[in-house]
Nanobody, 119 residues
Framework: QVQLVESGGGLVQPGGSLRLSCAAS????????MGWYRQAPGKERELVAV?????DYADSVKGRFTISRDNAKNTVYLQMNSLKPEDTAVYYC???????????????WGEGTRVTVSS
């Protein structure tokens, strides 16, 4: 079994910063990609940032958010600066992982952490 556990969400004022963390644990053989998605009320889930062979960002967060990984800890981070009210959403960790019991990559999701940007 593989689990993704997020932390770091909360309430922040516009212009503020938050750092999200997501740690993968369990029977991990290798991790291909790790990333972050978000879902705002009434909207579909969307990609925020992903880290694999390269990194990619949604246009709406470029220049404000930074994704990074600590491979030794199987952890991905999302540093969010200059936060705007429209960044308010539940943020989900996503990873493509091969475990010790499979010969193919599976997709995993965390349970989500809420980020609210409001004055």
């Amino acid at each position: 079994q593989v689990q993704l556990v997020e932390s770091g969400g909360g309430l922040v004022q516009p212009g503020g910063s938050l750092r999200l963390s997501c740690a993968a644990s369990g029977s991990i053989f290798s991790i291909n990609t790790m990333g972050w998605y978000r879902q705002a009320p009434g909207k579909e889930r969307e990609l925020v940032a992903v880290s694999g062979g390269s990194t990619d960002y949604a246009d709406s967060v470029k220049g404000r958010f930074t994704i990074s990984r600590d491979n030794a800890k199987n952890t991905v981070y999302l540093q969010m600066n200059s936060l705007k009210p429209e960044d308010t959403a539940v943020y989900y960790c996503n990873a493509h992982i091969m475990d010790f019991y499979s010969d193919y990559v599976k997709e995993y999701w965390g349970e989500g952490t809420r980020v609210t940007v409001s004055s």
